[in-house]
Each structure stands twice: as structure tokens, then as C-alpha cells.
């Protein structure tokens, strides 16, 4: 039987950096009332996912590293999908600091009372172009296509069950796509993009400066 969690936290996190999601649980973590847990990737897995509910880490079987993370959230969610009986999946990253915890109180309230699918800081992408995100990331292949779509930056977005179950089905275009949250937004269906939920996200999150000396040695 589905462990029933109506709202639940993925974050982003990898093997390399897990001192940022122990940064975060001894953190904001511990002031907000939801269900979490981290997402990390190992290749070596023999079942696609695995989930140590003590640790709060969701283990899924795929590369765990930047260049897979389309395929780390589609992992993750297809996990959620068949762990849970949810209404909403909110995703973050493992270097986000909540600076206004009641993000997550005004958001269940008003997700239990509106018909919503989508929601997070928009990106409304008018023309193609070609991202130079591999000037930040340079294990990226430089000149990523980025097509005409709307979508929520990775920062912070929320996804319905229904978005969830539609973009599982659409893994074979996901994992072929570089940019996580582009390749969740752009892989969404028009349908659940009528209305999105907008939230400036900058305001409820600060990106973390973590101490030199968590920095791990390459």
C-alpha cells in the first residue's frame, strides 16, 4: 500500500555535495512541517529506485552528476509516483536557503482550494536561441538548443500528480534534454500551463555560501 503524503519536498543532492543536505536538515528544514527528503543518484542500484526513509534520501539509478538531472528528476518522480499517494510534488536544489518558511503553509492552503498543475518563477521563452549555460556549468555541451515554451526555473517549482504521471510518460524526450527544469517546462504538456501558478521565487530563496572547508578535495 502507498504511504499517503499529500505534499511532498524532493531536493535536489548528489553523493559529492550530501553536506549540503545536512546543511539544509540542520537548517530550514527543521522549521517547516512537510514531508522531504533528498534525491541522489547511483548507477549501481539493481531496482530503479530505492528509498531510506530514516535517512530521508531517495536513491534513484542514474548518473549523479549535472549533466543527468533531467533524467535524476524523472527518476525521482516516477519514484514518488509509485511510493506515494500525493497531491503535489514541490522540488528544490541542495544550495537553496528558505528565508520565509511560510512558503509552504500559504502554498498548501492554497493548492487545497485551486485547480493547479504548475507553478514557480516563469520563463517565458519567446524565440529559439542557444544557451550558454556552459559558461557556468562546463561539463555542459555548449550551444543547448532552447526552444519557444514557458517554464518554471529550477530554483523552485511545484508539480500535481496529474503533471507528474503526464511528464513520467514523456521520459524518453526528458532525458535527451541537458537543463533540468527547461526539459520538465518544455516536456509539459500546453494543458497544464493554462494558468501557472507564479511565484517570485527570489524572494522566498537565497542561494547558500557554504564555509571553504565543507568544500570537498578533488
Given at each position: 500500500m502507498k504511504k499517503k503524503?499529500?505534499?511532498i519536498l524532493m531536493i535536489l543532492n548528489c553523493e559529492r555535495y550530501?553536506?549540503?543536505?545536512?546543511?539544509?536538515?540542520n537548517s530550514w528544514l527543521k522549521d517547516i512541517n512537510l514531508f522531504?527528503?533528498?534525491v541522489i543518484?547511483?548507477?549501481?542500484?539493481?531496482?530503479?529506485?530505492?528509498f531510506k526513509e530514516e535517512e530521508k534520501i531517495l536513491y534513484v539509478k542514474c548518473e549523479d552528476d549535472y549533466n543527468h538531472l533531467p533524467l535524476k528528476v524523472i527518476c525521482a518522480l516516477n519514484a514518488i509516483y509509485e511510493l506515494f499517494d500525493f497531491q503535489f510534488v514541490f522540488k528544490t536544489d541542495d544550495d537553496q536557503d528558505l528565508i520565509k518558511p511560510n512558503l509552504f503553509s500559504i502554498l498548501q492552503n492554497i493548492l487545497k482550494t485551486k485547480d493547479l498543475h504548475y507553478g514557480g518563477k516563469v520563463m517565458d521563452v519567446k524565440q529559439p536561441y542557444y544557451s550558454q549555460y556552459?559558461?557556468?556549468h562546463s561539463e555542459l555541451p555548449e550551444n543547448i538548443p532552447i526552444y519557444p515554451?514557458?517554464?518554471?526555473t529550477g530554483r523552485f517549482y511545484f508539480l500535481s500528480k496529474i503533471a507528474v504521471k503526464y511528464l513520467i510518460n514523456q521520459k524518453h524526450f526528458i532525458i535527451?534534454?541537458?537543463?533540468e527544469d527547461y526539459a520538465i517546462g518544455f516536456n509539459l504538456h500546453s494543458s497544464f500551463k493554462t494558468e501557472i501558478f507564479e511565484i517570485n521565487t527570489d524572494t522566498f530563496f537565497q542561494d547558500i555560501t557554504f564555509p571553504e572547508e565543507l568544500?570537498?578535495?578533488i
Open positions: 503524503v499529500d505534499f550530501k553536506y549540503k543536505a545536512e546543511y539544509q536538515k522531504y527528503f533528498h543518484g547511483n548507477p549501481q542500484l539493481e531496482k530503479e529506485f530505492e556552459h559558461r557556468i515554451t514557458k517554464y518554471c535527451k534534454e541537458y537543463i568544500h570537498p578535495t
